[in-house]
């Protein structure tokens, strides 16, 4: 049956979707995105091309959330847009944030999946899973956990193959810290120390845009449309979704609606389109379509500091690529059994300045954000509630201790000049919470605002498949529908479920 999809989002999901579902010529598939539609590399920005450049905000929304963050002299500055505040960086260009990330492409574990099914959502187990992972990857490792001959490349950088002398004197110190090491980081072991799996090839970072639409470009039922914000979505008398609004007004007629916006832009169009917590809806004066009160809420983001350290520019030689290695540890200690909450990797962005983004991976603080206006382009309210839960703040301050005692053993000697922030002489647990909260940045990793559950669940607002719960025609597939946060950066989860959501659009709608 021939149908005319519009997919709203041009992301880590939105990017997966247009391809897979363009793949079957009786679909007629439109992809908005609200930033530039760069069609080919040649034309592409260049710090979206280069998987060297992380940071840059030259593709971004400009959210930034509200939570408070206590006043200090110095703090870290790279990521940060505006001195105190906290920037909830999005990518407003075609791939979405995955054409402005730092490449990491460490996936999703089998205990992340254990939540999502603990919570009711019974389809998503990692034996589920697995495949749609294995699908998307061409991992020359090979084997039964990883794909070969998918479209997104992974590197990782080795001993003889890369690898800088930093890196693996970082790996050398982890190893003598007691931490193993581990050649394949996406293994069945992720405790412990390795060669970072990136997305990336010959240089370019691995997007959506690169790796699925690229390749789908020239079907003749695909439409790519860019900078063209979405409003809302239209419904029809009895509930069914049938159209989307753009900001301009224009309007794009549709037999199935998929937003895949992210975590933040996502519940933003339900929310102006009527559905989500009738409180703000009649606050905001927008008709009321389904009152759905988890829209906004449960939002989860991994929070980061950034241990700060001068080194001698010398000794450390090239700057890029500027991510190799990673270390995953449990914040009881190398000796625990507790499970993996923490990572920590080696970044040189600048001579004479080496940075350890640590990294709290299995959060139990809860944000949430909201529209502030029915207009499309005004900034949403977003608070991430980093470092709400006081165990948050203890378990980086064990962090803070781990890294300190990794930096400053014998195999990084020769790099490692000194310790600039927090600095030497924070050392109590009271000056470490102190600066924590003067210093809280995140890794941009915003889940959960969509959450999947069982209807009448307090924050469900999809089932498992991604429909919204009461209305017909509309589904949401993206970062928002998580119903926990993997312990792990939420790109290539996002990546495998909308290829497992364009199955299931494609088999079952």
Known sequence: MARRIVICGGGSAGGVLAARLSEDPTNTVTLLEAGPDYRTPQETAPEVLDADRIGFTTHDWGYASTDDVAEADSVPTFGVVEQG????????????????????????????????????????????????????????????????????????????????????????????????????????????????PLNRKDGVRQSTAIAYLGPARDRDNLTVIGEQTVDRVEFTE???????????????????????????????????????PKRLLDELAVPVVRSLEGVGRNLRDHAMVYVTYAVD???????????????????????????????????????????????????????????????????????????????????????????????????????????????????????????????????????????MGGEGTPTAVVDQKGKVHGVDGLYVVDASIMPDIPAEPTNTTVMMMAERCADELRRNV
């Open 85 to 196: 505040v906290v920037p909830v960086l999005r990518g407003k260009v075609i791939g979405g944030s995955s054409s402005v990330n730092a490449a990491n492409a460490l996936r999703p574990t089998p205990e992340d999946f254990a939540r999502w099914t603990g919570l009711g959502n019974d389809r998503w187990s990692w034996e589920q899973v697995l495949p749609y992972l294995k699908k998307l990857e061409d991992d020359p490792v090979g084997g039964d956990l990883h794909g070969t001959g998918g479209p997104v490349r992974i590197t990782r950088f080795t001993e003889g193959d890369g690898l800088r002398p930093v890196g693996s004197a970082f790996l050398d110190a982890c190893a003598q810290a007691g931490h193993p090491v581990r050649q394949d980081m996406n293994g069945v072991a992720r405790r412990g120390a390795g060669p970072l």
């Open 313 to 451: 520019e010398e000794a450390v030689g090239e700057l890029t690529p500027p991510l190799q290695t990673v270390l995953a540890f449990p914040s009881g200690g190398v000796d625990s059994g507790g499970e993996v909450d923490l990572h920590a990797v080696v970044l040189t962005p600048e001579p004479g300045v080496l940075l350890v983004p640590l990294v709290l991976y299995r959060p139990y603080s809860l944000g949430h954000m909201e529209i502030a206006s029915r207009d499309p382009q005004a900034p949403p309210r977003i608070r991430l509630g980093l470092f709400d839960h006081p165990d948050d703040l203890r378990r980086m301050v064990s962090g803070i201790r781990e890294t300190r005692r990794i930096m400053e053993s014998g195999p990084l000697g020769k790099y490692v000049r000194a310790e600039t922030w927090p600095g030497p002489d924070v050392t109590s647990d009271a000056d470490l919470v102190r600066v924590v909260l003067q210093g809280k940045n995140t890794c941009c990793h915003a889940v959960g605002t969509c959450a």
């Open 238 to 276: 009895d509930g069914t979704a049938r159209a989307v609004v753009l900001a301009d007004g224009a309007r794009l007629e549709a037999d199935l609606v998929v937003l895949a916006a992210g975590a933040i832009g996502s519940p933003a169009i339900l929310m102006r389109s009527g559905i989500g």
